[in-house]
């Protein structure tokens, strides 16, 4: 008799209503902001040198725009697999509709991409002459495409295409921001939604996204080097350290305020985010993002930002604590994309999610997702090489 009263009492409290049985924006929404967050931080890296000056940031600025066009290629790639119809993804930019977020989104990423590629030609454009003048057939014609068909590399005209980068990269700063910043925005619109509806969503995504890139570029900087037995600029890896510092600081500080401004107002429906994250995502969120994948960054870092540590040492925990930052933003959009869908429109009750292997957006097609960029960029240092020989060059 009690375990029938119990088992009612579970049924009254913790309600599911029908709609809310299934997640519906699965892994490959998750996937959709983590892409593009990498291509925002890693265009952050690049600007940093070439809008403000940080010579040191010099070895990593022209992989940083080829990682982030590696990414960028990618970024629609989870939402159309994710669609029923994916022949109908380009609805958006043939059919324009300037109050629908999600088309605003396209025509963001449309801008992004063009500043971006402009910015690798014009960087690149010595280099794609002399291969131009070195070939025959069509791999001339091609890089003559890739030329605008101009082989003036005069003092002037040299001097011109720097001011042209200079310029282009200041511009892709507030579009990459904006760009990034427009997927916090689909979340925190969704009034209906307790977990994602809050104004901070844009600033916690742009802010991750940010550390997401900028450990990404650190992570494949060390490893790229290691494999090609090549020396590695310490000074470089510092900077970079010390900027990761600051913006994962900033991230975590968001992220905070935001959980506990709503425990602390306890609005309407704060009930639900926080029987959220001590129910369904206490591990995730609690043990994984804000445990270990944050506060073990935040003494990790502070040990190499504040304390003077061998060149072995800061490579070796860059690389490590790059790792884990990676994880701490994956684990970031899982718990608001995933997490955020787990709560019940009956405002009282939960229902779950456990990820496939072998489904349309499961695991194994996640992972052959994140392969795609890097096999990607390898093909893109094939046209435009990652670190020139004279890097006087750039």
Not at 199 to 219: E, K, N, Q, Y
Not at 313 to 321: D, M, N, Q, W, Y
Request: net charge positive; glycine share 8%; with cysteine.
């Amino acid at each position: 008799m009690n375990s029938a009263h119990e088992g009612s009492a579970y049924l009254i409290s913790n309600y599911v209503l029908p709609n809310d049985l299934h997640v519906h924006w699965s892994m490959m929404i998750v996937l959709y902001p983590y892409l593009s967050g990498l291509v925002d931080g890693a265009f952050i890296v690049a600007a940093l040198y070439y809008v403000f000056g940080v010579q040191s940031l010099k070895p990593i600025a022209r992989f940083s725009l080829i990682f982030a066009l590696a990414f960028l290629l990618c970024v629609g790639l989870p939402l159309n697999l994710h669609l029923g119809r994916p022949e109908r993804g380009l609805n958006m930019m043939v059919t324009p509709s300037p109050t629908s977020a999600m088309a605003g989104g396209g025509y963001l990423y449309g801008v992004t991409f063009l500043v971006l590629i402009l910015l690798i030609l014009f960087l690149y454009r010595i280099h794609l002459v002399m291969q131009q003048q070195q070939s025959q057939g069509l791999k001339k014609l091609f890089y003559q495409v890739l030329t605008f068909g101009s082989d003036n590399v005069s003092a002037e005209a040299l001097a011109l295409d720097k001011k042209v980068i200079r310029f282009l990269a200041a511009l892709g700063i507030p579009v990459a921001t904006v760009f990034h910043g427009y997927v916090g925005f689909l979340f925190g619109g969704v009034k209906a939604n307790p977990s994602w509806s809050t104004p901070l969503m844009p600033v916690i995504f742009l802010f991750s996204a940010c550390v997401s890139g900028i450990s990404g570029i650190v992570l494949a900087y060390i490893v790229i080097k290691k494999i090609r037995k090549a020396a590695i600029d310490v000074a470089c890896v510092r900077t970079l350290i010390n900027t990761l510092y600051g913006f994962f600081i900033l991230a975590f500080a968001f992220e905070m305020l935001e959980v506990f401004s709503h425990s602390y107002l306890r609005t309407g429906y704060h009930h639900m985010v926080e029987g959220l994250l001590n129910g369904p995502l206490h591990t995730s969120f609690w043990i994984w993002q804000v445990g270990i994948c944050s506060f073990g960054p935040l003494l990790i870092l502070s040990g190499l930002c504040l304390f003077k540590v061998r060149d072995g040492v800061l490579v070796v925990g860059g690389a490590i604590v790059s790792f884990i930052l990676l994880l701490q933003v994956l684990f970031m959009r899982w718990n608001v994309i995933i997490g955020g869908q787990l709560i019940s429109k009956s405002a009282r009750g939960y229902t779950e999610f456990h990820p496939e292997w072998f489904d349309k957006e499961g695991i194994v097609a996640v992972v052959f997702v994140m392969a795609i960029p890097f096999i990607l960029l390898f093909i893109l240092s094939r046209i435009f090489p990652l670190w020139l020989e004279n890097e006087n060059q750039a």
